[in-house]
């Protein structure tokens, strides 16, 4: 019997999430293709069929995460464009936090990867996380007005992370 189109695309979603999971638990290096396929309910041959090789799952998997985390948590907060600076840094500001605090998201892996680089993502998040950057500082230089220096503005910006970040990593230090 031959497979149909939508269980090829399940069979790829499938192994998206189950390596996701593996990834986020146990790294890219410690994460193996058996264990993924093992979750997924699938075999080994449909990792090189979907994917090639592991490498191409490992960034796959975080860009799929990245998507449904744009969509759950706009960067900007669901503001309105033309709302004022205080808004959008609010909406900003809460994004951050929902993607920080959240059990699944794409920061899970950016986490595992700052403590145990593999430098396999590093020109993809440098251009999807630095898009999202630039949006944050772009509000922070709105607020602090057309003489705030780059240094300034990156300056804010950075506390403003930052504290999200704390919020976040205390979180996860004492779960509710």
Known sequence: MKKTRKDSKRTRRVLLEAGY???CKKGYRDATIEEICAQAGTNVASV???FG???TLYRESWLNAFRE???KFPIDGEAEKNTGPEVRLRGYIRSLIHRIVADSSDLSIL??????PTGLLTGI???KIGSLFE?????VNTLLGEDASEKKILFVHTCILGQCFHLGASRHDNPA
Request: a positive charge; zero cysteines.
């Open 111 to 116: 986490h595992m990867e700052m403590s145990n």
């Open 53 to 55: 090789k592991k490498e």
């Open 125 to 127: 998040m440098k251009k």
């Open 69 to 71: 985390s744009n969509e």
């Open 21 to 23: 999971r593996v990834f």
């Open 135 to 139: 949006v944050g500082k772009g509000i």
């Open 48 to 50: 090189n069929y979907h």
